[in-house]
């Protein structure tokens, strides 16, 4: 069974870091897109950033230039790194696998999409 595991979360100032990690697990042979979504209180979830199996990498116009995300050589965990963080940045941050292929009877088959449970991001002024 196909798990995300997000971690990194916190309460920080505005202005610092923080580094969220999200590491796919459960026989795992490739996944096309990772990324990371956010939602806050009363709004809808939205893509903050995303990194395709080659590299190619997108990211929400609110956090260009600010976060950077990024996949270990494996392709099964992203990381997204927070810098200069606003209390704009506040939400329960999820992240997302898009086109998961998994290990099934020795040979790879399309096992769908995942999400993550969650993780909250609290930014204070």
């Known amino acids: 069974q196909v798990q995300l595991v997000e971690s990194g979360g916190g309460l920080v100032q505005a202005g610092g870091s923080l580094r969220l990690s999200c590491a796919a697990s459960g026989s795992i042979f490739s996944i096309d897109v990772m990324g990371w979504y956010r939602q806050a209180p009363g709004k809808q979830r939205d893509m903050v950033a995303t990194?395709?199996?080659?590299?190619?990498?997108n990211y929400a116009d609110s956090v260009k230039g600010r976060f950077t995300i990024s996949r270990d050589n494996a392709k099964t965990t992203v990381y997204l790194q927070m810098n200069s963080l606003k209390p704009e940045d506040t939400a329960v941050y999820y992240c997302?696998?898009?086109?998961?292929?998994?290990?099934?009877?020795?040979?790879?088959?399309?096992?769908?999409?995942?999400w993550g449970q969650g993780t909250q991001v609290t930014v204070s002024s």
């Open positions: 997302n696998a898009v086109g998961v292929s998994t290990w099934n009877s020795g040979a790879p088959r399309k096992s769908g999409d995942y």
């Open positions: 990194i395709s199996r080659a590299g190619n990498t």
